[in-house]
């Protein structure tokens, strides 16, 4: 990494016939913007962020990431990131390859379309890193206590994702859980999809990429939907003019509301509404 950056430590490590092998690993307190790439590697690469933030940027997309957070790059991949302009990130890393290592991704759920993970036991994984870092100073076996390390790092990361899918309440679960409750506490007042993922600590991308995941709609979608569905509650009270109705589920624009509502429930709100009231008079009768 830069030269100009704190606690910097590459171990460049002869090839073996290892099914796991470390290339390099270190630990890096960034200096505010510093960046790496655009770049490409031949081999898997991670970063875990011990303190700090920055952005990891790959195809296309912008991941904001934090403390506890890490990305993983593919080999053949062009990736860049870049640390934080005021809180800059302190991020360890280690590089690997085998032919083991894309089945291990696997196992954790990694990949170059989903390259996030989060892991709240920071210390153990920097334990974890400083024992590879450590392991320099080893005249003999240093190969296979780096390769042992990294299994051990690895198992940490597979071990937790294969227990969320196991209960199913991972901490994809939790963002989306929060998700739903930002937008329902906040759907009365215009509320962007970046502002939700914004509230909630993930990046836009990356938030709507767990969200449908999840749900099996994209964020926008749901909100549209539930909105829709709080206008036919609030098309019960007479006393709302539709206008009215729009503007309490976060639409100041009546018209821009009725071509929404028309899309969702093939009808417009004053003949939905006209419909809902033919119908009660029915059941009453």
Not at 6 to 34: I, P, Q, R, W
Not at 195 to 216: D, H, M, P, R, T
């Amino acid at each position: 990494m830069g030269n100009n950056n704190e606690n910097t430590e590459v171990l460049l490590l002869n090839e073996s016939a290892f099914d796991l092998m470390v290339y390099h690993c270190g630990m890096e307190k960034c200096k505010k913007s510093h960046a790496y790439g655009p770049a490409v590697r031949d081999h898997f690469l991670i970063h875990f962020i011990l303190d700090g933030h920055g952005t990891f940027y790959v195809d296309g997309k912008a991941y904001k990431l934090n403390k506890n957070q890490g990305f993983l790059i593919c080999p053949d991949v062009i990736t860049y990131y870049e640390a934080d302009s005021e809180e800059p990130w302190t991020y360890a890393w280690v590089g690997f390859k085998g032919m083991r290592a894309e089945g291990y991704m696997k196992l954790a759920h990694l990949d170059r379309y989903n390259p996030i993970f989060v892991y709240e036991q920071g210390n153990k994984i920097e334990k974890c890193f400083e024992d590879m870092i450590n392991s320099a100073n080893f005249k003999y076996g240093r190969e296979l206590r780096l390769q042992g390390l990294l299994s051990i790092f690895l198992s940490e990361l597979i071990e937790q994702e294969q227990k969320d899918t196991i209960i199913n309440y991972s901490y994809r679960d939790i963002y989306v859980k929060k998700a739903l409750k930002y937008i329902e506490t906040n759907f009365s007042r215009y509320i962007t999809i970046s502002e939700v993922a914004e509230a909630i600590g993930l990046n836009k991308n990356y938030f709507s990429s767990i969200f449908k995941e999840k749900l099996g709609v994209s964020p926008q979608e749901y909100l549209i939907r539930f909105r829709v569905n709080k206008a036919c509650e609030l098309m019960k009270n007479k006393s709302l003019s539709i206008s009215d109705v729009a503007r309490s589920v976060g639409y100041n624009d009546p018209l821009a509301f009725s071509k929404i509502f028309k899309k969702v429930k093939g009808k417009s709100p004053k003949i939905f509404r006209e419909s809902m009231n033919k119908s009660i008079i029915e059941d009453f009768n």
